[in-house]
């Protein structure tokens, strides 16, 4: 009779069915027993020892977790920020006028009517701004501007209207630029409050130095009327809602004693 390991059941075997079963029966024991003796031996291990693997597991999981939330952070920073508007960036200095904010590289902008550096400019905000206020006016003159005024060639051809106005001798600053107002109208200030406040959340959420314009607690308390009253009366659109700019130079990159004398002015005149 052909012979075959005790331990490998093949077609080689040509035992009966009687027999193999036999042999299956006879090696669950020792399977058992071994089953047996590998958890008897789980248990006696020392209590410590199985207390640091479960730590080091769970420190190796916190390590993972703690990756990938700065990799998402570092991530999220990178797409939101560019690099001229670190929190330790200097500040461009705009000068006093706008041929020196010109030359130095700052921008003029026409809610605010000051010039910015570049580390207190959001572009892709203003640009949208810009074209909302298009939309509002629909044709019509934001500006009413004097054809002189250092400002008038800085903003939107077609949102202003050039007209001749009454020149006081005295309004004269120390570098001998005119500084005739220009008038806005309402809907420029009201988009101008929009921008304003999407400006400063914007600068908050990607660590961006604040302007002095943008964050004043004056301009909110003055916008939040305004917005609210622009729909209940169609009146606020006639000529003495209208509102004289100048042109300015505001901080840029205001420390947190800038902000805290900010609300104390508030406060103190409220």
């Known amino acids: 009779m052909p012979t075959c390991d005790a331990e490998q059941l093949s077609p080689c075997d040509d035992s009966s069915d009687e027999d193999k079963a036999s042999l299956l029966l006879d090696e669950i024991p020792s399977r058992l027993s071994w089953s047996r003796l590998n958890k008897s031996c789980f248990l006696r291990l020392p209590k410590t020892l199985i207390l640091s693997a479960l730590a080091i597991l769970c420190i190796f999981v916190w390590a993972l977790l703690q990756l990938g939330g700065l990799i998402t952070e570092q991530d999220m920073r990178s797409s939101v920020a ?51 206020l298009f ?32 020149q006081p001798k005295d309004d ?7 500084n005739v107002d220009i008038i806005a109208n309402f809907d420029h200030h009201l988009v101008a409050c929009t921008y304003a406040w999407q400006k400063v959340q914007r600068a908050a959420v990607r660590r961006w130095p604040l302007d002095e ?20 009366d169609q009146e606020l659109q006639s000529s003495n809602k209208m509102r004289r700019l100048r042109v300015w130079y505001p901080k840029c990159g205001l420390s947190k004693e800038d902000l805290q004398r900010n609300l104390y002015a508030v406060l103190d005149g409220a």
């Open 82 to 132: 560019s690099p001229v508007h670190g929190a330790d960036v200097s500040i461009t200095s705009c000068g006093t006028t706008s041929i020196q904010a010109h030359t130095a590289g700052c921008s003029f902008d026409m809610f605010s009517f000051g010039w910015y550096p570049p580390e207190c400019t959001d572009s892709e905000l203003y640009g949208e701004s810009v074209d909302n």
């Open 135 to 166: 939309a509002r006016m629909a044709g019509r003159a934001a500006f009413i501007a004097h054809p002189d005024h250092e400002a008038a060639k800085y903003l939107p051809k077609n949102l202003t209207a050039i007209q001749p106005q009454p």
């Open 172 to 178: 004269v600053d120390a570098t001998g630029i005119q």
């Open 213 to 232: 314009w943008s964050s004043s607690l004056t301009l909110a308390r003055q916008c939040g009327p305004d917005l609210l009253a622009k729909w209940r």
